[in-house]
């Protein structure tokens, strides 16, 4: 049987085209690319193709872009662009939570502001977690060749099972897994100090009846979330029922809706909810509306969300929103570190985000909060930040959960 005939976007043929010059050395570093206009004829597409075919290329290291001048190719010289980031994404998921978006940005600025020019590995799969051996050969093929001496894994992949991949190598692989570290380096957010945040703020309310909605990954007993959860009930010493604390494995739209309609059914039902997955929320909060619940009136909701997610939910909720920079930064700091081979101090960090915790009264207001461009650029051509992301410190708004 024939297999069905693959169509290829246009955006991708330009950046294969441009891939490949750049690697047969027709394009050299510090070279300049071809106008916009001119790559727009050579290829026959349109202007926004030939944009998002080099956008690719920039978020790959490959090309930067210099404002009023044009795209040339990045410097090539040793050791700037030993440092690689994997990261997977699952097809069967369209919506999905941009935490790994903002993660990966915030990666990539903040290497790139080092000094690196990091690989992009990114991978499609239909699995829900991705096999490296299978999915991530260009990883493979570049530690054979010597070109990597440190790989930041996104939480989608198994950090173990990467670092079994490439020990031959003595690659240095750092893990971003939430719960627990499975690899010698993690970095990633402290998912206990974010909820611990959130319910604090719902106790200081008045409420003595909250529950809490999480997702747990596969590789973890309880999610730690929970078990801030249930430290903080204790301190408190406040009873808690079985099911007002529920996790599930895979976070869905779907999930929230059946968690929820199973939590409601409850005798005990509780006062408040702090669900700390987005997209779970955006099932939850679709129950609550089918149930006939009159939020804040009948239950107050206070929702986990990453900064620039711009979901709208169909109440109004508390917002507990999330800047990722600062475990971006860290990351991208200790990748530097092992690849320059420089001490360093600790392999596993666990980074308190910055946390702002607001009343999104009207369902539009979170698409107030869209930043205008992802992807600044200065007359330099180095690759900054969103502004939030380099200004956010001097934002009283903002706050370490810590303090």
Known sequence: MNKPHRIVPKYLRV???????????????????????????????????????????????????????GTFVSDASPGRNQIGILTYLDETLPTVSVYPQNLLRSQLNHLRRLGEQ??????????????????????????ARSRL??????????????????????????????????????????????????????????????????????????????????????????????????????????????????????DD????????DDIMAQGATRAMMDLGIRVPRDLTVMVEMNRWSCLVYPAPVIALEIDFDPVGLAAAELAVRLARDEPVETLHCWIKPKIRIYEMADPGAALATQPASQEPSNASGTHESPAWATDSASDSSWNDPGT
């Open 15 to 69: 950046k294969h085209a441009l891939h490949g010059r750049i690697l047969r050395g027709e394009s050299p570093p510090k070279s300049q690319l071809p106008s916009e206009r001119e790559l727009m004829r050579a290829f026959r597409v349109s202007q926004q193709t030939v944009i998002r075919a080099l956008h690719e290329l920039r978020l790959e290291g490959l090309v930067t872009r210099h404002q009023g001048k």
């Open 118 to 143: 990091p690989r992009l590995y990114s991978t499609f799969g239909t699995d829900r977690i991705g096999d490296v051996r299978q999915h991530a050969r260009e990883v493979l093929e570049d530690c």
């Open 149 to 266: 001496r440190c790989l930041i894994v996104a939480a989608s992949y198994n950090a173990s099972q990467a670092e079994n991949a490439l020990k031959r190598w003595g690659i240095h692989v750092i893990g971003s897994h939430r719960e627990e570290a499975i690899s010698a380096c993690n970095v990633a957010p402290d998912s206990g100090a974010m909820a611990e945040t959130g319910l604090r703020h719902l106790l200081s309310l008045g409420f003595r009846k909250p529950a809490i909605l999480a997702s747990r990954p596969t590789y973890a007993a309880m999610d730690k979330q929970v078990k801030a959860y249930l430290h903080l009930m204790e301190q408190q010493r406040i009873a808690v029922r079985p099911g007002w604390f529920r996790s599930e494995e895979f976070a869905s739209d779907a999930a929230g809706y059946q968690q929820f309609q199973r939590l409601w059914a409850m």
């Open 269 to 276: 039902r509780p006062e408040a909810i702090l669900i700390t």
